[in-house]
């Protein structure tokens, strides 16, 4: 398998434009994670889905950010209007299926999308 | 190479009781250090954060140490609860964004 796919790699955008970071997770792996890394801040859970339905979105900051995911290989996270604050590193993260699970519940992480807002 | 070691894989300690977990990393050019808390069918919650400038942080029962000189950060827990049974990950960032993973400690706290 090819891992956690994560496109685009990098996203420079203006201020008020639209941002779509896509996510391809791991075949086979039901649950699926989106995060956000700042250096202030380290690494936040925004959104976590399984079986395909979002399961606590509690992280999401605000009104202007959603996802989802429309099916088990594919996922979205959308920021619209985007702000410069908006500016980090989003991961999305996959995990197998609850009941394969042992001693630690593995996320493999995608590479990463960069996103720069101006 | 920059690796990050958690000591012990696993714990179970009676309910009450203080504890502390293990993290080392072998690369000290860290930009920060983060403890979080994994739960079975859930995303990771962040528990504390240390910037690489800082020495702990604390956050109710929580308190998290950094020596970057040494290459180690601890977690203690005091007054331990069945609740805090969890798989604690801590994860050492570098300046290029890199996040590095430590295996994680499996706690059971036993009522």
């Known amino acids: 398998d090819a891992g956690v796919i994560q496109s685009p790699r990098h996203e420079v955008t203006e201020m008020g434009q639209e941002v779509t970071l896509r996510c391809k997770p791991i075949?086979?792996?039901?649950?699926l994670f989106w995060y956000r890394q700042t250096m202030m801040r380290g690494l936040e859970l925004l959104i976590y889905?399984?079986?395909?339905?979002?399961?606590?979105d509690s992280g999401m900051p605000e009104d202007r950010f959603s996802a989802k995911m429309p099916n088990a290989s594919f996922s979205t996270l959308k920021i619209q209007p985007s702000e410069p604050r908006d500016s980090a590193v989003y991961f999305c993260?996959?995990?197998?299926?609850?009941?394969?699970?042992?001693?630690?519940?593995?996320?493999?992480f995608g590479p990463g999308t960069r996103l720069t807002v101006l | 190479k920059q690796e990050v070691t958690q000591i012990p894989a696993a714990l179970s300690v009676p309910e009450g009781e203080n504890l502390v977990l293990n993290c080392s990393f072998t690369?000290?050019?860290?930009?920060?250090l983060q403890w979080f808390r994994q739960d079975p069918g859930k995303g990771l919650t962040s528990l504390l954060l240390?910037?690489?400038?800082?020495r702990e942080q604390t956050s109710g029962r929580l308190n998290a140490s950094l020596d970057k000189s040494s290459g180690r950060s601890t977690l203690y827990i005091a007054a331990s609860q069945p609740g805090d049974s969890a798989t604690y990950l801590c994860?050492?960032?570098?300046?290029?964004?890199?996040?590095?993973f430590g295996a994680g400690t499996r706690l059971t706290v036993k009522p």
């Open positions: 994860a050492a960032t570098y300046n290029n964004n890199d996040m590095r």
């Open positions: 889905f399984n079986n395909n339905v979002p399961i606590d």
């Open positions: 240390i910037q690489s400038s800082q």
């Open positions: 993260a996959s995990s197998s299926p609850f009941w394969e699970m042992k001693s630690t519940d593995t996320q493999y």
């Open positions: 075949s086979g792996h039901d649950y």
């Open positions: 690369d000290s050019a860290i930009y920060n």
